[in-house]
């Protein structure tokens, strides 16, 4: 969960234990014209001969869907060049209702950059878009924009963000990055050479002993040429640094998590396809509140679809070092 999402959830809380209370009592050569979003091969197998039989990685099930997982993971980091792309929700249900934050990310890397964007914002949540609180929802940040770029060498990445977006014509979230200061971060880390354990898209400790025992599986598609699995992980083992950050959040060092479960496809040459997490978790603020949250990933390796300069995204960040 990033620090934007974090915030969020702070303010969503907030916001939903008031309304309890209230309602109670009352590049040059090409334009800048694509979305980040429209990645012309996305869901396409990436061009390696190599083919994965899962059966050759273990003996148990849990073995072979581990060492699968890693295989795929090792991939993504060694890779030159991946475009990927993410929906979340972080959903509550309250008063009859669902409350639901929308996230959008985009990643790119190739080689010698690296460009991240996130736009959150209120998806369809009836208690923020209540007159009493959109202004007050808006105000403390749980609707956010942020971008950052980097290119190897640099001595810092450039960050951008906002407290303001809105929905496209397509029901997305977008901005207008022109109101933005650009501000100095930390180089990126996005490549194995740099740091091979650092560069990775899982929330939580993904290990083959954190498993739920007759949780894993799989299956495989023989004619897209890809395997699905799936397996649920121990939410206590499994949460070491996930879990303190939903104590942050919420602000209740008791939030635990109570359910974490991956659904992944993976070409059988050994890349993720896509990358699907459900969790949900529990926290008390005044009263306790249960939570989902839910993200999916999907991924290009193209580098046709790695051009930074060719998404309007990127505009205006890509040149300012």
Known sequence: ???????????????????????????????????????????????DATMINIDTLGTTTDEKVYNLYALALTNLRDTPYCAAYNEGFLENYMLGQNNILYDDYIIMKTPTKYFYCNYRAIKDCPIAE?????DLFRSMGSILS?????????????HQSLGNNYMDENGLPTTSWNDAE?????????????????????????LQEYFIPNTAEYEYDA???????????????????????????????????????YEITIWDNGYFRTYDNDSCFSGKVVISLDFKDIYRWEFSYNEEDCGISIYADAAGIKDKY
């Open 182 to 206: 650009i501000d100095h971060i930390d180089p990126i880390v996005f490549n194995s050479d740099d740091a091979p354990n650092l560069f990775v898209i899982n929330e939580h400790d993904v």
């Open 146 to 158: 942020e971008r950052k770029y980097y290119e190897k060498g640099k001595e810092y990445a450039l």
């Open 223 to 261: 004619t897209e040429g890809y395997y699905t699995i799936r397996f649920e992980l121990d939410p206590e083992l499994a949460t070491t640094k996930s879990v303190i950050k939903v104590k942050d959040s919420v602000g209740d060092k008791n939030a635990y998590y109570t359910y974490i479960f």
């Open 130 to 134: 209540n007159a009493l609180f959109g």
């Open 1 to 47: 969960m990033t620090n934007k999402r974090r915030f969020g959830l702070i303010i969503l809380v907030l916001v939903l234990v008031a309304s309890i209370f209230l309602l109670s009592a009352c590049h040059h050569a090409k334009e800048v014209v694509k979305s980040a979003r429209d990645f012309e091969h996305m869901g396409e197998k990436p061009a």
